[in-house]
């Protein structure tokens, strides 16, 4: 690829198929402008897919959204123009997140999962396009080929519970290649070779391509601090790098009494501050304006207990929920039970947050967002959302180890210790200590700087 | 006596005073049940086929055809287990005598086949040096390895090391199971299957395809053939899935239930005593379906049904409860074919398949406890298979003596090994050969081709 002042050539691209699979630079020519903002607006796909996946939005929904972020910000006016737009955004992207394992990490993962979902929408010939690529040379299926294992198919699907749709595609393919469908039974072989279905040969190809990028971003680290870093210093090195630091968000830098919050400053203390359940819940409100009430209750006595006064709690739910119900019916049906949280309302019992036992225990339902999400999301998601959080690929994995052996309150002091850099000993068993611990972290961290 | 045997000192045996063991073996050629290095030599010197193992190992290799790999062979590991346990790995050899006449001076107690290795396996430390990891497994045949004492748990007639005709189904059930598979499945055609000498049975695949499997190729073929999960720790360790059945599984549910239910249910005598009831009751998920059958079965304790029928009756019952669905909770629906399944279905052992670089017992090897020749089983013909007439290495000798003077070659046709090793070289090696042959020739007539087209612009 070739970074070129102001103006601009015609070029000629070879055709690609639909979906690019960005296999080597091609030799395009790019404005510097362009180089930037194509590159932006790429990563706000990505950054969209991975809120989804930290969301725990399902699979029907991803693909979805994905297609919309697509269509939303990957357009251009000039229709020629889309797919050198897609292909320079990639490599832009690939200069700025090959740089640390992390950034790597993250990229691979989102990347994958946005081609995965762009695979599910392409039509049949160009998804098989694709797989050819992908040196994954299978062959449809004849009909003649069909029929004579017809019964054996119809087997298979019963076999995992979804039964055979009329016109599905089936490719024939070697049973060596397809190691993990032959484990599972997961296909009918026959003389060597095993009939593999539409959807699960999507999950191959996206394999593929994962494996392919990953091996691509190592050449494209070694590069980029072997020589483009230096070569480019004036004129690339700036943009790639701030490409990185604009998407983690600005330093949380201002010392504050931990005894007391304000509204102005939740956002902030949200993402450094609280644990990941609460975070979920606040962010979540952020998104709806609103929660259902195990939420309410769960975020609320949180917040009661973190040091938001009464006046600034109702101030804070109102204007999340206004914007959905309006501020009448705020007043009506939501400030009542804000005000009896905090003891102003019936009994006057003046409720204590929630410990993380009694969070761990809860059992949200659909349309819930509560509860301790090492227990209550799936392994996808909670991943995404220990990612987002800035845990390392090593990191990730302890905590999901000690998920897997249903240590939630262990997993969550991982993240703790991750996040913050320390140990934490005592071990979390109540999100508003996580808050308050956390906090005296920071303190500190920031005395010892000025 | 042959002249042979005089000199090198095996005429010892032939003065035992022991008990003939039937009226037919005269004294002097009456050889004592035994296992030892002097039996040993005279099986490798007379009996054991060599030259077939070579043919067999160099899958065609054999530098009669330009397109042949003339290391090939050489870079076969073999190891040997002597007497005493000493255990020599990394054995290689690159010609039919050189192979021969170590295993003739050595006289190991047990021949093991590894992979191909990418170099020599004998010049390994010389690649290791270069730290590019060059030696490395590039082929290797795809074996299963299948012991009775997996089974112990569901046969009552034996246990341990033993085995006999009653519990001997259970690998003939292996068999019909398994070999199909790996050819309508899987596409496989020279599979040789052999006795592993005292209670199991070993599967060699040698097609190319097979050979060059990676591990986790292997694996996943060994996770097809895995139904049995689990270990003494828990309790249901056949779990299969409520729906509907692959139609692996569905093909070999008709082979086990056919044995299930016309052989082991009597010769184990599954439901004759409260114990072993009480064992299939556990794997019914249902309280009022397990105590019903109980009740019923602890009544007939007192009625006259034969025991031959017992088993089958009660077997009918359990049938005949779990479909009616009067109840039909969840975990009901294939809880008969799971019974089956727990008592018959092939226990394989993962690890043997999974790994390139597994050495396995060489056919035509004797076993050490048993004396008795690791000899190949005919799949088509499995259910005739007797392991307690198997020739053993004693019987073997007994019947060279017998034979008198004769040629040195062929010895072993005039003796019970003749008609194992004939059929190995036929319906096995035979057809192996001719194939591999093939395959060179195509390859290189492809790689001519090929030189041919590139030089031509």
Redesign the interface.
């Known amino acids: 690829m070739e970074i070129i002042g102001s103006q601009r050539k015609p070029v000629h691209i070879d055709v690609v198929p639909t979906l690019p699979l960005y296999r080597s630079a091609p030799p395009l020519e790019v404005r510097l402008e362009d180089f930037e903002l194509y590159a932006m607006d790429r990563l706000r796909v990505l950054k969209g897919i991975a809120d989804g996946l930290s969301r725990g939005k399902k699979s029907e929904e991803m693909k979805n959204l994905a297609d919309h972020l697509w269509k939303a910000n990957m357009r251009h006016l000039d229709a020629s123009e889309v797919v050198n737009k897609d292909i320079i955004s990639h490599f832009v992207l690939r200069l700025v997140y090959s740089r640390t394992e992390d950034l790597r990490k993250w990229f691979l993962s989102m990347e994958t999962n946005l081609f995965r979902y762009r695979l599910l929408f392409e039509r049949p010939e160009a998804q098989r396009a694709l797989m050819a690529e992908f040196d994954l040379p299978y062959r449809a299926a004849s009909n003649a080929e069909l029929e004579s294992v017809k019964e054996g198919l119809k087997q298979v699907a019963q076999s995992f519970g979804q039964p055979l749709a009329a016109d599905v595609i089936f490719y024939k393919v070697p049973f060596e290649e397809v190691p993990e469908l032959v484990a599972g039974r997961r296909v009918f072989i026959h003389k060597g070779y095993a009939y593999v279905a539409m959807n699960q040969v999507v999950s191959l190809v996206a394999t593929q391509f994962r494996s392919h990028l990953s091996k691509a971003l190592i050449l494209t680290n070694r590069k980029w601090t072997s020589t483009i870093r230096e070569q480019e210093k004036d004129r690339l090195t700036p943009i790639v790098e701030a490409l990185c630091s604009s998407y983690l968000g600005p330093d949380y830098s201002q010392p504050r009494e931990f005894a007391e919050i304000s509204i102005k400053d939740i956002d902030q203390i949200a993402k450094s501050s609280f644990p990941l359940c609460m975070r979920h819940l606040f962010e979540k409100l952020r998104e709806d304006h609103h929660l259902k009430h195990g939420g309410r209750m769960q975020l609320g006595l949180f917040l009661k207990g973190v040091g938001l006064k009464l006046e600034d709690a109702l101030a804070f739910w109102k204007a999340e929920f206004s914007q959905r119900v309006g501020s009448e019916r705020f007043d009506k049906e939501y400030a009542y039970s804000i005000r009896h949280n905090y003891g102003r309302e019936g009994k006057r019992t003046d409720y204590t947050p929630y410990s993380c036992q009694k969070i761990i225990t809860s059992a949200p339902g659909v349309g819930d967002h509560h509860g301790c999400p090492y227990r209550h999301f799936s392994e996808e998601n909670l991943r995404a959302a220990l990612g987002k959080m800035g845990l390392s690929n090593r990191a990730v994995e302890d905590v999901m180890d000690k998920v897997r052996n249903r240590h939630y309150q262990l997993a969550c002091t991982l993240t703790f210790e991750a996040v913050h850099g320390t140990s934490c000993d005592a071990g979390i068993n109540h999100p508003n200590q996580y808050f308050s611990d956390s906090q005296k972290v920071l303190q500190s961290k920031n005395q010892s700087t000025v | 006596m042959t002249k042979e045997e005089i000199e090198n000192g095996t005429a010892d045996m032939e003065i035992d005073q022991r008990e003939p063991l039937n009226g037919e073996r005269s004294e002097l050629n009456a050889v004592p049940d035994d296992f030892n290095a002097n039996y040993l030599k005279v099986y490798y010197g007379k009996l054991f086929p060599h030259a077939d193992i070579f043919k067999w190992m160099s899958y065609g290799n054999d530098g009669k055809h330009p397109g042949c790999d003339e290391s090939y062979f050489g870079r076969r590991e073999f190891s040997f287990t002597l007497d005493n346990d000493i255990y020599l790995r990394f054995q290689s050899f690159n010609s039919a005598s050189k192979l021969e006449n170590s295993i003739k001076e050595k006289c190991p107690f047990k021949v093991d086949i590894g992979p191909v290795y990418s170099v020599d396996p004998a010049k390994r430390h010389a690649y290791a040096q270069s730290g590019n990891n060059v030696f490395t497994p590039v082929e290797k045949e795809l074996v299963f390895d299948i012991d009775m004492t997996d089974y112990d748990d569901v046969r009552y007639c034996c246990s341990g090391a033993d085995v006999c005709l009653k519990c001997w189904t259970l690998m003939t059930i292996a068999i019909k199971v398994i070999d199909p598979a790996l050819r309508?499945?899987?596409?496989?055609n020279h599979i040789l299957w052999v006795y592993s000498g005292r209670r199991g049975v070993h599967c060699w695949v040698c097609d190319a395809?097979a050979r060059r499997?990676?591990n986790?190729?292997r694996?996943?073929?060994a996770?097809?053939f895995r139904v049995y999960k689990g270990n003494e720790n828990s309790q249901k360790k056949v779990s299969l899935?409520s729906?509907?059945?692959?139609?692996?599984?569905?093909r070999s549910y008709k082979v086990l239930e056919e044995f299930f239910e016309g052989n082991l249910l009597s010769n184990q005598s599954l439901f004759s005593t409260e114990e072993r009831y009480e064992k299939i009751l556990e794997m019914i998920p249902d309280e009022s379906i397990t105590s019903e059958l109980r009740g019923k079965w602890q009544d007939n304790k007192k009625s006259s049904i034969s025991k031959e029928n017992i088993n089958v009756d009660r077997w009918k019952h359990v049938k005949k409860i779990l479909k009616s669905g009067k109840q039909k909770p969840q975990g009901l629906g294939k809880c008969v074919e799971e019974i089956v399944f727990s008592f018959s279905y092939p226990r394989l052992d993962m690890e043997v398949s999974k790994h390139m670089n597994h050495l396995l017992k060489a056919p035509f090897c004797i076993h050490p406890k048993t004396g008795r020749v690791c000899v190949p089983i005919d799949p088509n013909r499995c259910e005739e298979f007797d392991p307690t007439a198997v020739p053993t290495l004693s019987k073997l000798l007994e019947e060279i003596n017998m034979g008198g003077l004769g040629t040195d070659d062929d010895e072993w046709d005039r003796t019970s090994l003749g008609k194992s090793i004939r059929f190995f070289r036929s319906s096995f090696l035979q057809p192996l050969l001719k194939s591999c042959k093939e395959e060179i020739e195509n390859s290189y007539n492809a790689k001519l081709q090929h030189s041919k087209t590139s030089l031509t612009w």
Do not use: M, N, V
């Open positions: 309508d499945d899987f596409g496989f395809k499997l990676t986790e190729q694996s996943s073929i996770e097809y899935i729906s509907a059945l692959h139609p692996f599984l569905l």
